[in-house]
T-cell receptor
Framework: GENVEQHPSTLSVQEGDSAVIKCTYS??????FPWYKQELGKGPQLIID?????GEKKDQRIAVTLNKTAKHFSLHITETQPEDSAVYFC???????????FGKGTKLSVKP | EAGVAQSPRYKIIEKRQSVAFWCNPI?????LYWYQQILGQGPKLLIQ????????DSQLPKDRFSAERLKGVDSTLKIQPAKLEDSAVYLC?????????????FGPGTRLTVT
C-alpha cells in the first residue's frame, strides 16, 4: 500500500522567511497530493493541492511542486507570518475511492 | 455554510468501557469518513461511507470498533471495549463525492483519553 514520508518534523523560521516541507510517496499510481494545515484544537483544513498532470501550483504565498519521477512533492510558504504557525500534513491518494494517506506532519513555528 | 459537527469534543473513559462519537456532515455531502489521529501522527482512515453504504472499512478494528450512517446523513462511531491504545483524536470528514476532485472537510474532532 501507499506510504508517505514527511520531513522535517519540526521547522522554526523567522517572520518573513520562507519555509519548505518535503514529502515522498511510494505508490506510483497516486495522482492527487493535497496539503492540510491543522491548528490546535481544530481539524485539518485543505490549503492547496496538486494533481499528477501538473508540476507546480501557486496560490498567493503558498506553492506546491511535484516530481513524479522521483515521487516527491514539496510545500513552499514565502513571506511567512506568525499566523502560519501550525502543523502541516501532506497526503497522497490514488485509488478510485480517493483514500488519503497522510504523512506524520510538520510543526511550523514562525517567530515574530 | 455550516461545517462538519462532532460531539462530544472531549471524552475520558476507563479501559474496557464503551464510548460513542457522533458526526453531522455538511448538508448534501454524500461521502463521510472517520479518521483516527494519534498524537504526533497524521490522520488514519478507519471507515468511509458513500451515502449509507460502507465503501472501505479495511482499517477498522472490527472486533471493537463499529460505525453506522443511518439514512445517509449523521454517523456514529463506537468503541467497545476501549483499550489504552485507542487514546486519540477521532476526526470526521465529509465530501460531496468519492475521491478527487472532491475536497474533504474535517470536523474539530473528539479527543478520547482511555485510562
Amino acid at each position: 500500500g501507499e506510504n508517505v514520508e514527511q520531513h522535517p518534523s519540526t521547522l522554526s523560521v523567522q517572520e518573513g522567511d520562507s519555509a519548505v516541507i518535503k514529502c515522498t510517496y511510494s505508490d506510483s499510481a497516486s495522482n492527487y497530493f493535497p496539503w492540510y494545515k491543522q491548528e490546535l484544537g481544530k481539524g485539518p483544513q485543505l490549503i492547496i493541492d496538486i494533481r499528477s498532470n501538473v508540476g507546480e501550483k501557486k496560490d498567493q504565498r503558498i506553492a506546491v511542486t511535484l516530481n513524479k519521477t522521483a515521487k516527491h512533492f514539496s510545500l513552499h510558504i514565502t513571506e511567512t507570518q506568525p499566523e502560519d504557525s501550525a502543523v502541516y500534513f501532506c497526503a497522497a491518494s490514488g485509488g478510485s475511492q480517493g483514500n488519503l494517506i497522510f504523512g506524520k506532519g510538520t510543526k511550523l513555528s514562525v517567530k515574530p | 455554510e455550516a461545517g462538519v459537527a462532532q460531539s462530544p469534543r472531549y471524552k475520558i473513559i476507563e479501559k474496557r468501557q464503551s464510548v460513542a462519537f457522533w458526526c453531522n456532515p455538511i448538508s448534501g455531502h454524500a461521502t463521510l469518513y472517520w479518521y483516527q489521529q494519534i498524537l504526533g501522527q497524521g490522520p488514519k482512515l478507519l471507515i468511509q461511507f458513500q451515502n449509507n453504504g460502507v465503501v472501505d472499512d479495511s482499517q477498522l478494528p472490527k472486533d471493537r470498533f463499529s460505525a453506522e450512517r443511518l439514512k445517509g446523513v449523521d454517523s456514529t462511531l463506537k468503541i467497545q471495549p476501549a483499550k489504552l491504545e485507542d487514546s486519540a483524536v477521532y476526526l470526521c470528514a465529509s465530501s460531496l463525492g468519492l475521491g478527487p476532485p472532491y475536497e474533504q472537510y474535517f470536523g474539530p474532532g473528539t479527543r478520547l483519553t482511555v485510562t
